[in-house]
């Protein structure tokens, strides 16, 4: 999470919401004293957008009014109807395997791919179901499908809250960006984090660890009664590899392509589009330079100053890790192509910025289940060290942020046995 205020415009150089309710997440922001900070998507952004046939269609997100619109041919809605006909199956499989199988080809070319493109900037050939939409296997293994098992679901819960009662789902920010969140938990452990410090081994010594942190040219060795790991898998089997390379490995073999995000801050008449929604996605069969875009200003206010309107546009992932390492210049000009085509941007932008994250997202593959289960094992080999992070929850920040908890719990508990029988645990 990382927020820069540039010109009067606000960009998100990561995440740019958390999803909400995330009870979790929602308790750690009320402690840091942050409810005032917070801000909700706008009624405004009350579409998604998807990029079909070279054009923007709106996405109706009611089932009801998906079925009777014409965003699918009439063969692919019938089809979606035979779901809860098609057998369950209960081992994993790929999310394309799943979806096809269940729902058809069409679904997943124009609806899901877009969306896996943009939660995950992930390609659905190769994501396991099970580890990035459990819900939707579960409600197959459990209810036999998944259209009956929502049904079930609503029967017993009771309608209202299924169209969007106290539970209704929400997309939530800050005024000055998420980067208030981690900028406000530094504050809090003020004396205690040190910023700009790269950790860069873990040793293993009978009374606990030993952690090699750099601070610019300068090393030291420190020592810890217990370490937690929250770093990403790639970095994580960096610093562990001394420790027990057969955590490193593990962690390693987890794939991350590279994702690009740039920032696009124009003048409000410039853009011909109403920005009537959260954005817009685009489809791997529709070729596009981007996976998506979000109309940031449309979603939170303070964004873009008055009279603008700010935009960002996701590039690479997995689709296409290629363009997410083209120079920054490059990527401007994709991102700015794009607003042409698919928004009438009709002059350049007033403000344009390029990021490249080398490493994205963690790519779950089928082989994702049983690799945990060795890293946890491995883990618990080694008393006193905790691993936590995306790999393991999910990537929304939300699921990260209760994962985190979690593990706080596990530490706290493990540091209370006091050091004698610590000793004897390792
Ligand atoms: C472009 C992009 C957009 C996203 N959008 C969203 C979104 O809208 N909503 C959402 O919920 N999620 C989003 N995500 C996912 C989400 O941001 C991540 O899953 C989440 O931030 C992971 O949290 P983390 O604390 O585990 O790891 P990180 O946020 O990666 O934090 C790890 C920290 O460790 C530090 N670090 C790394 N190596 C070392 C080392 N050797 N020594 C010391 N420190 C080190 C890093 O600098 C970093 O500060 C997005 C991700 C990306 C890349």
């Known amino acids: 999470m990382r927020s820069e205020q540039i010109g009067g415009f606000l ?37 998604r957008y998807l990029v079909r046939d070279g054009r923007m269609r709106g996405l109706p997100l009611q089932p009801c009014r998906f079925l009777l619109s014409d965003f699918l041919s009439l063969g692919a809605r019938l089809r979606l109807m035979a779901e809860p006909f098609v057998a369950a199956r209960h081992d994993d499989e790929t999310v394309a395997h799943f979806v096809r199988r269940r729902f058809g080809t069409e679904l997943l070319d124009y609806v899901v791919d877009p969306l896996v493109g943009g939660l995950f900037a ?10 990035v939409f459990p819900q939707l296997k579960g409600l197959e293994r459990r209810a036999g499908s998944v259209i009956g098992g929502i049904m079930r679901s609503r029967l017993q819960h009771g309608a209202g809250r299924a169209r969007g009662g106290p539970g209704q789902r929400v997309l939530s920010s ?35 660890h030993r952690v090699k942190v750099r601070h610019g040219g300068d ?18 089997a960096a610093i562990l590899y001394e420790l027990d390379p057969r955590i490193a490995r593990a962690l390693a073999e987890i794939s991350h392509p590279p994702v690009a995000v740039v920032f696009l ?76 085509q698919l928004l009438g941007g009709r002059v350049a932008p007033v403000v344009l910025r390029a990021h490249r994250w080398r490493y994205g997202l963690p790519q779950p593959g089928l082989d994702h289940g049983p ?48 050091p004698v029988r610590r000793r004897l645990v390792a």
Not at 122 to 131: F, H, T, V
């Open 122 to 131: 992930g390609d659905p050939e190769q994501l396991s179901i099970a580890a």
């Open 174 to 208: 800050f005024r000055q960006g998420l980067g208030t969140l981690p900028r406000a938990i530094s504050r809090q452990l003020a004396g205690r984090v040190f910023l700009g410090h790269r950790v860069e081994a873990v040793q293993r010594r009978a009374d606990g």
């Open 265 to 340: 801050g124009y003048r409000a008449r410039s853009i011909v589009h109403p920005l009537d929604a959260v954005g817009v996605l685009t489809p791997a069969t529709e070729r596009r330079g981007v996976l998506g875009m979000l109309f940031s200003s449309t979603m939170f206010p303070g964004r873009a100053p008055l009279g603008h309107v700010a935009l960002t546009a996701f590039i690479g992932g997995a689709r296409q890790p290629q363009l997410a390492t083209l120079e920054s210049e490059e990527l401007e000009q994709l991102a700015q192509s794009e607003v042409r």
């Open 219 to 236: 090393a030291r060795w420190t020592t810890a009664d217990s370490v937690v790991v929250a770093l990403p898998a790639y970095a994580a």
């Open 371 to 418: 690799r945990l289960g060795r890293i946890t094992a491995l883990e618990s080999e080694h008393a006193g060290l905790f691993l936590t992070g995306n790999y393991f929850s999910g990537v929304s920040t939300a699921a990260c942020i209760q994962q985190a908890l979690d593990t706080a719990r596990r530490i706290r508990e493990y540091l209370a046995l006091g």
């Open 11 to 47: 960009m998100e150089y990561g995440a740019n919401s958390i999803v909400t309710p995330a009870p979790g997440a929602e308790t750690l922001v009320a402690q840091l004293g942050l409810d005032p900070e917070r801000v909700t998507c706008s009624a405004a952004a009350r579409w």
